[in-house]
């Protein structure tokens, strides 16, 4: 962005208006900007098709007389677990959520949250915090939900309707960081006569940029959010916050264990830290007061008109508390995926021992029945028809995936760097 756009658009955002006339936010049903559409593909979810500004959305939730077209979220509480737990795991809280920088675009730039996670989150919030009211011994990353556990216990929160506001505001309140940071940086160019927002986004925000550290800093932040806090139940916040990402941090304990002893205000530091060191800036005296007294610290506060918060839906439909498989469609991937194998592959078998056999053996059932379920990689840095995933500690299994019929070819597993034979440039 020119330097003489970001002053042009902190005189808009001091003026209490951050669009320009003529671009203004976008309007309810309007299609998500492409930016968007490509963060839900690399997830490898279905495009959404509109948004709808968070002022006019609304969760609708009511009993409905049962149709055997529909699926309870309470019976495959399961399946919601585990889709959950496969997006955080692989990017932390970037996979179920997107900030649009106004660097990167003036007029559809804000926070995009997929009605999709809302409801999601929403009914494991309120599943978790049943079972961590009926197992206060267990600790929350420990906590799994199925169909029937609990069922007949009360939640500890007044309405399904408080879980998904907590949920909505979890949400929204991760990326409401990165717009703040977003705004310093604008700040900081405005002061050097440079900007270097782009540099800071494509190292540090992007979601093929793996920047672990990063998203757990952020992720942090909602440890300090009173906006969040007080939707959840007394007592259950931070358990509750510990369940939700617990996949992310499980999967990534030994880059984050030098974090975890820090408090959420240090790691914010650290943040603007990075940032500034994109222009050049040294922050060794300087972080805290950048940290504390520019806008970055307001993350409890209201957020303002002056950014749009979108969320998105695949299809103008409401949420009573199900999922409906529309005719032609499955909101879930509850059938099995056809499976077939190369001859490298048949190879690479024949020589495997008999445990690793049967390793792959489980994992290739977990592929055909519940293939999107499972932690794929390489999904945003390699070929698109392929991923791999790990079969042990030091095995990895590449396949390659047919978008019409949904086929899964078995290509090879072998050694952890395989999937460089196939063309991923990092492993």
């Not at 310093?184 to 050097?192: K, R, S, W």
């Not at 300090?224 to 931070?238: D, E, F, K, V």
Request: aromatic share 10%; glycine share 6%; with cysteine.
């Amino acid at each position: 962005m020119r330097l003489m756009d970001c002053r042009e658009f902190l005189s808009r955002y001091a003026a209490g208006e951050s669009y320009k006339p003529y671009g203004g936010p976008l309007q309810d049903g309007t299609s998500p900007p492409s930016a968007f559409n490509d963060h839900q593909t690399t997830i490898g979810w279905p495009a959404d098709g509109h948004v709808i500004p968070r002022d006019k959305y609304e969760h609708r939730l009511r009993d409905t007389t049962p149709n055997n077209d529909e699926v309870r979220a309470t019976e495959i509480l399961h399946f919601l677990e585990a889709e959950w737990d496969t997006a955080v795991g692989a990017y932390g809280l970037d996979g179920v959520t997107e900030y649009i920088p106004f660097h990167t675009d003036e007029q559809s730039y804000g926070i995009y949250v997929p009605q999709r996670c809302i409801r999601s989150l929403g009914h494991l919030l309120y599943g978790w915090a049943r079972k961590l009211t009926a197992e206060p011994d267990t600790a929350p990353e420990a906590i799994h939900l199925d169909a029937t556990a609990n069922a007949h216990s009360q939640s500890p929160f007044e309405s399904l309707t408080q879980a998904f506001d907590l949920a909505a505001e979890l949400l929204v309140r991760y990326r409401w960081a990165d717009h703040q940071l977003e705004l310093l940086a604008t700040h900081l160019a405005d002061f050097t006569g440079i900007d270097a927002y782009d540099i800071y986004y494509d190292q540090n925000r992007r979601l093929d940029a793996d920047e672990i550290a990063t998203r757990y800093r952020l992720l942090r932040q909602l440890d300090r959010s009173t906006a969040c806090r007080r939707l959840a139940p007394s007592g259950l916040y931070g358990s509750l916050l510990r369940r939700m990402t617990a996949a992310f941090t499980n999967n990534n304990r030994n880059a984050l264990s030098q974090f975890s002893s820090e408090s959420p205000q240090t790691l914010h530091r650290q943040q603007v830290s990075v940032l500034s060191s994109a222009f050049d800036i040294n922050t060794t005296s300087s972080e805290g007061f950048l940290a504390d007294e520019l806008p970055s610290r307001r993350l409890d506060r209201s957020v303002p008109t002056r950014i749009q918060v979108y969320i998105t839906r695949r299809e103008p439909d409401s949420d009573y508390g199900t999922i409906t498989n529309r005719p032609g469609t499955r909101s879930l991937e509850l059938e099995p995926r056809p499976i077939s194998r190369t001859d490298e592959f048949e190879r690479s078998y024949q020589k495997a021992d008999g445990t690793l056999q049967r390793d792959v053996d489980d994992l290739v059932e977990d592929i055909r029945n519940r293939f999107g379920h499972l932690t794929w990689k390489g999904m945003s840095f390699g070929p698109k028809d392929k991923r791999y995933i790990d079969v042990t500690g030091s095995k990895r299994l590449v396949v390659q995936i047919d978008d019409q019929t949904k086929e899964v070819t078995l290509l090879d597993f072998g050694s952890h760097d395989l999937p460089r034979q196939y063309g991923f440039n990092k492993v």
